[in-house]
């Protein structure tokens, strides 16, 4: 997985999925200031970024989730790409709002499933975990046997890290900020300073842009 870790770091620059501004940043819809941002919606344009994305993902579900009986993808980022997962598997699929309907059935899961099933959940972004937790706590609640969650990329934040150990979810990620960094130098894509600007934001990100 670490060549393929590499490998999708680098597709996320090429097709601009990811953009780094270390002395431009851009601001979040947290308010957050921040030197890279990532849309991993583009990798849906790309049918061999796509591709790629789709066959990992189904890899990390073999190796460590042969039993799955269900894929849930997170709404609305990783619905697409919880699809391609699901079909290339042969299994199920359903997907998981932010929060429930205010009409109709009033669902925050949507599809065909059964308490008891086996379910991993495809992510798009990990940032802090949580909007990704708020799914899995979600599935839980509606009684799956939630085995895990895998996602394109995660920022490497200690407080994702934190959220996802406190509950017990096991996550695993296709690429991750080190890796991006490292294909970012490696393709003169970025200067030593901005290594040393990245690294600060990733180490404190809420209180980075209150510096500037």
Known sequence: MENSAKKIAEYLLQIKAIKLQPSNPFTWASGWKSPIYCDNRKTLSFPEVRACIRDSFSEVVREYYPDTGVIAGVATGAIAH?????????????????????????????GYFEPGQKVVVIEDLISTGGSSLGAVKALRDAGCDLLGMAAIFTYEFKKAADGFSAAECELHTLSNYTELISAAVGSGYINSQDIETLNQWRMDPSSWGLNR
């Open 82 to 110: 919880g699809v391609l997962v699901a079909e290339k598997l042969g299994l199920p699929f359903i997907y998981v709002r932010s929060e429930a309907k205010e009409h109709g059935l009033g669902n925050q899961i949507e």
